[in-house]
Structure formats: C-alpha cells, structure tokens
C-alpha cells in the first residue's frame, strides 16, 4: 500500500498515546483499533446513532464523523475516562446502573458522555429537559424511560456531592468536575 | 413522567437480599457503564486476521462461476473461500437446512453470501472481495408473496425437492407451511356466506404490516480461534449458543465437541441472532488460515446478513350479531418469509393459531401461510407472527365497534377470553387470564393533560414534527386508541424445550458461595440477574457467580420467545432444590440436627423451621462442595393437526393491553405519541425493575411499526440499509409511559411467573394505528402509517 501514513499523539482520557494511520482513518477505527480502547462503540458508522460519542475538550462529538489526525492537539475523553482514577463511577454511570437506563449497554458509552457534558452546563434539568437532552441518541432496548430517569438522578446524584463536598451549596452546578 | 406501578413483593420468603422479587443491580452494569464490557464486536487478539463477505448484488441470479485468483493474490490476504470450501454440509437452518454457507447453483436474495475472505487488515479484506469475478445469469426475482403463494405459474424459488422436508407441514410450490385453522361450523365444511346471513353486522379488511428491522445497536461479529485439536473455538453474540453449534459443526464437518461458543457481549437481539450470520464464515476462515479471524458487520451488512419480521397481507372478515356478540371471523395472512426457511413455519404456527386473537368466537376459519420469494429472508422478531396478526384482528374489532356504536374497550371486553376459554385451536385456557380487567383498567388509567392544559400549546416541541414544525398546531387533534394481543410464549408445538442449569454450593474464603453456570444468552434483558436472585432465594446465600455462558454445560435453548426467565430459571431453581436436598441431607448426617426436624437454607446457614440456625453453611460445606446439573422441560406440547389446526399446542399465554394517546396534525400527516399506557399481566414479577424495562422496550418497538419502521423493498433490493433511512424511535418519538403490572400467578410456572418479553411488542402498534384513525377518521390499514395515509394523498408511483 502507497498510501501515506501519519505518526499522530492523541490525549485520550488524560494520557497520551501514538498511533501511524492514514489520513481517513476514522477517530472511532483509530480508539478502537489502533488504542485498544473498544468503550466507544460503532452502531451506525455515520452519525445517526450517537454510540461512538466522545468528548472532544469536553463537548460531545461523534467520533465516527472525525478524522483521528484532526483529533490531535485535542483533550478527548471517552467513557473509559469517565470514572476517577480510583474507579469511583462518575454520577452518570451510577444513575444509569441504579436507573436500568441499560440494558444491553450498547448505546450506554454515548449517552454516558453526551449526559456527562450536558449535565455541567444544566445541573438542574426538567424532565421535558432530559429527555432534549439524550435527542440524539438510539436506543433500542430500554424504550428510553429509565434513560430519562436516569439524567435526572445522575443531576440529582451531582447536586447531593456538591452539597456534600467542601464549599458546600455554592459548588454545585458552577465548579464543574471536569 | 407517568408513573410506573411494579408489584412490591412476590409472596417469598425474602429472608435473602436480592432474591427473587427485588429489583438488585444487573452485575453486568457497571461493566457497560465504563466501557468495559466485551461486545462481540471488541474481541481481539494480537494475530487475528479480518473476515469479510462478498454478498450477491443480484436478488435472483444462477451463479456461473467464481473466480478467486485475483483476491488470493493481494499481498496480506490469506484465504478466499467459496462453496468449494466448505468441507461438510452445504446447507444450514434452524427449521429445514436450505440455506447455503455460501450460494452455489444460484443466488435467491440479495446480499447472499458467495465468497468470504481473511486478510490482515479490514480494508484488505475489502479489496480483495472487490477483485472476485462472479458471472451471474440474472433471473426475474419472485417478489411478490401473493403470486408466490397462489399463482401455480409463477417460477419456483427452491425448485422441487431441494428442501429437505421433514413432513410436519403442509407445503408445496413456493409455500414453507399452510396452516389452517377451522372450527365451530367451518370445522362442518360450512361456507362464509352461510355465516354472513346469520350475522347482523360485517366487517370486512385488508390489512398489510411492512417489514420490520430488529435493528439492535451492536452489529453481528465474533471472533473464531482455531485449537490446537483441529477444532475452533468461537466467541460470538447469538441467542442460542447449542444451536449455532449444531449448526456450525456439521458445516465444519467437525464433531460437535471440537467447535466450542462462547457467549460475547450480545448488542442487542430481538430475534435478529437466532438465525446464524458470521459464524461458520469465521469458523471456516480461521481453520483454512490457521489464525484468528474475527468479523463484524457493518450497519448495511447488518440489514443483509439477518432476518426481518415477516411482512404480512391479511384479510379479515368479522360477522356479529346486533349486540356485539361475535359470531364468526374469517382470516388470511400471508407472510413473506423471503428466500430460506429459518423460522418460518413456527411463525406460520403463531399466526395461524393467535390469528384472530384473544376473543371467544364459536366459528372461526383462519389460514396462514409462508411464502418463499427471493425478498430478504425473514424469521424471528420479537412478537413472532402475533405481531402482524394483532394489527389484523383488532383493526376488525375496532371497526366493528364503530359499526355497532359501541366503545372499543366494551366490544373487547364483551368477547374476552379468560381462564377456561378455548383459543381457537381448542385448547383450554387453565392458568389466569384478567383480559376483561386488564383493559377497563387501560380505560380508567389517567388520560395526560389536554393540549389546552400546555403552557405553550405553540411550543413546538410539543407539537407532532417537533422544533421541524412550521405550523402553529392549527391542524393538531387528539386520539385515543386501544389494543390487546395475545401471544404463546416458549417453544410451542410439541418441541421438547428445555433448558440445562450446573449450580455449585461452596464454602469460599470462610463464606458460603453459589456458581450458576447455563448457556443461556444475556441479551440485554438481564437474564443473569434473575439467575442469581433465583440462586439466592432458593439456597439463602448472597454471594452469587453467574459464570459466562458457553457450550461447556447442556443447552439452554434460546433467548427468545419469551422463554428464558422460564425455561433457565426453571433450570435454575431445580438445580438448586437439588443441591439444597444434599446440603440438608449433609446437615443432617453431619450436623446436630434434631431428628424429623424441617430445614431451609437462609442466610448462609442451614436453619430449623423456627429460624434458629443450626449450622453455617460455610462449615458445613468446608472442603466438600455440592454441585448439581439440572435440565428442565416445560409441560409437553403438540403440533396441531394440519387440516383443522387443532392441538394442545402452547405452554402459557402471555398478554399485553395499550392505550395510546396521540396528537395528530391531520394537515401534514404528522404524529406526535402523547403516551402509551400498558397493562400486562405477569404472573409474578421476579425482577420488577428489569420486567418494567422489557414491556417499555416493547412498547417502544410497537410504536415504531406503527410510525416510522419500514425496511423498504423494491423488487428483492432493500432500499434503505442504514439508520439514516430506516428510522427507528429517538426519545423525542417516544412518549412517557405507563406501565401496570399485573401477577395473576401461573400454577404451572417457576414461582407462577409468565413470560414478559414479547406481549408488549404485539398491542402497542394496533393501540397507536386505532389512536390515529380516532383522531383523522381514516382507514388507516397499513403499518407504518405514513403521512400520506393520514392526508389522503394517493400513494406515490414507486421510482425504480
Ligand atoms: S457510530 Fe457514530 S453515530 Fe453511530
Ligand atoms: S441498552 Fe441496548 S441499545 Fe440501549
């Protein structure tokens, strides 16, 4: 193959990683294949399903409509990267475990990083909110009641921490945690 | 959101945590939640090498001649395989083996496989499906099921005697099974005109239900390793691991022992799975190559490589007298099962048996069919044959009640089946059926707030088309529609249906510890949950392991059907009565157990019918564990007899009642789902959150087939493989729900339960169809409703 190849550095959940890659090669092909990290998953390869979401400096972005070279100089995070070092689930992977806001988990990985986002710019969502607010995203096994149920809780989950953590009230909503 | 009423408590000794009737966490869920999780499609070694599949582009074609050279010769590709290749049978299928590993003689539906290749990187393997030269001579697809079924001159799918035939069924021409149904004065050779004077109202239809996608997120693939003993071991998503098994290995034309599955992450099923896709692809790459080989479809692969929901042509004929009573109804449903068998005939049985659904109605004659055509293979989907039927009949019982001026809930209640009826294959209804409650109970449940009632009624968020809207809502009315279906659930006409269960009882790290090990398939449904809470209730401990399931231990049977909380918690909690026999036994000879004393297991230790705890397990059991295999079969069933469709030939009913409330902008043919009310029976609830889900997912997908979902199929080619065409609900598309749940208990099932999966799938498409035609007055006789439907447009010329 002639096909010329990059030496591309990417900053995947707060680590760096190297990969050699065509220029076409996909952000999702690139984490799955090339990084091993097979959380973002595929169901549609263009954009319908929301399952490859990834945050790209924190919003959420379709990793099968990215180039993995337009990706460098960026902070990606994907569902690997949502929990604490120490393996403490983010509120959003509680609640959606808590909720059975999953059943298969196919599509969990997007809604996870979609809802994770969302939830830093509005802490406080009504129900009509949360369900705008996963719009994007298939799901086919849930009927989506319980993933609504579970934004809701995962801000409800937010908010308790922030009350809890030191700075109290004040923190909730405005220091984010990532 | 409405809310949901999940029954609090089973009636069980609930001394254990998380036992049977508790909602505990799916032990899988904190997996998915990180991204852990390993999907079939994330299986990996460092060696393996990639599958691919060259698909027929042509729906009908006589395969002349593949060439290979050209693919074998690209640097980095290790094996290009056609039918030449396959070392044992030819031929695989659920029902009858007809359909080939890979297309030799002819091709009968586009996208067949016809040549697979193994190469070191995915888009090798791509290139080198482009370089196989296949001639085809081109045959005028049979596409039609109607003519398929009764034109004796339309040209023959699978010429004569090419399928194997077991004899069960009726068949013949292009035709997989004929069932007919007859009984009261049909079953007497009476004629429908016979019937039509004696009744004071007729309805008559012609009903027709599109063909549906599972569309499961998580696309077929697997990994195939080939052993060191000349046989594969394969790692893959699937329904039922033994039948893949069965199915593989002959094709191998290895023994059964030497091709070993293992369950991978399933994305989903649906019905999707069952049948096989990759696997002896994968199977047959790795044992050519020597390596690994893994394979995953893509989304259009996805729509190519597994059966659809059969579409359906009925016509229905309902007679009854002046006050509602039901006098006889008349059925004929064709269902387009496409070019190979899978599991046609078992639907043809749902929808012949199930074809005019739950209703008491002394002379019935229904006759269901399944064509063969060259359209894309149809087989399971969740709902089975119910599906397309429920559309049918309770389309009839609706315009019936508007000829009588009657509710559609009293004409429904006024002719419900109930424990002690007979469906219409005679069969005596002996467990509890609360069809009439179920839907006064639909009928009474809260109606959501009025348009008016918004504080916005402008928002167009709330409008059907959404924030796309460009009206104001001018042209929005509300309807209220209802349904019910009734559908059998686990295997049905006299097939010996079991499940197999290895449960271990030990004492680990000075506590007592429970194995569960099945080959029964975790879908998505949250089988292994309920594996553990049954282990937990019946042997009183709380450490539980459900092991991965693979084809080290006996069948399970497959996820589907409604069958597993069943069949392999059936399995389940036998084995464990078993391993509790000995464990008491050991107590008694080991223990200082009071002679004739009655023990139990709870909490970890054997104890007295008091509750004093006479000895911990962990002691008991230190150094000598207890462990039991246990097979369980449900209660016998026969197949119908083939002239009359007469035969005791289900296990259980399960059924499912929607309300639907739907705003409609009857100007530009838009529907916008204000919320699905459904009202299920269960039985017992064993995981009341899990149960929620399941109806919720059904209801979803009712929802779907009533709107949106279509595979579109012109002339054997599917118009539109991919999530940007074929559209399935968002939760924008998705109403709140309400959910209630009945346990009516089953003397005849594990903990009386029944099964849940399928029942809400069958209702919720009829309920949404009968919302609309309340709310525009139009026949609406067609699944999806387009928007054309709904404005009277006629229906487009179809574009080639
Ligand atoms: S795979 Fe990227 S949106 Fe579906
Ligand atoms: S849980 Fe299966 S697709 Fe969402």
Redesign the pocket.
Known sequence: MSEELHEIRLRVNGAEHTATVPARRLL?DCLRQDLGLTGT?????????????VRVDGRPT????MFAVSAQGHEITTVEGLAEPDGTLHPVQRAFRECHGLQCGFCTP?FLTVVSAYLEDNPDPTEEEAREAVGGNLCRCTGYQNIVKAVLRAAEIRREEAAAAPGGERAAGAGERR | MSETTAPASTGLPTATRDGVGASPLRPDGALKATGEFAYSSDMWTEDMLWGATLRSPHPHARLLGVDTAAALALPGVHAVLTHEDVPGEKRYGLEYADQPVLAFGKVRYKGEPVAIVAADHPETARRALDRIRVDYEVLEPVSDPLRAAFDPDCPLVHEEGSVPDDGRHRRGGNLARHQPVRTGAFAEGATVEELRARADVVVTGSYEVGMQDQAFLGPESGLAVPAEDGGVDLYVATQWLHVDQGQIAPCLGLAPDKVRLALAGVGGAFGAREDLSMQVHACLLALRARRPVKIVYNREESFLGHVHRHPARMEYEHGATGDGALLYAVARIVLDGGAYTSTTPAVVGVAASMGVGPYAIPNVRVDAYGVYTTNPPCGAMRGFGAVQACFGYESQMDALAARLGAHPVDLRVANALAQGSRVITGQRIDAPLPMAEMLLRARDAPMPPGRSALPDPADPRTLPGGVSATVLGEGVVRGVGYAVGMKNLCFSEGFDDYSTARVRLESVGGGPAVTVHTAAAEVGQGLVTVQGQIARTELGVERVTVLPADTRVGSAGSSSASRQTYMTGGAVKAACEAVRERVLALARERGPVPPGARLSLSGGAVVSASGDVLVPLAELLDGSPVEETREYHHRATRMVDPVNGQGDSHVQFGMCVHRAVVDVDVELGLVKVVEMTAVQDVGRAVHPQQLVGQIQGATAQGVGLALMEEVQVADGVIRNPS?TDYLIPTVLDTPPMRIDVLECPDPAAPYGLRGAGEPGTLSSTPAVAAAVRAATGRALTRVPIRPEDIVGLPAPRRRR
């Open positions: 999702s998953h595929v169901g549609c390869e263009h954009g319908v399903c929301g399952a490859c979401t379709r990793s099968c409509l997007g | 999530f």
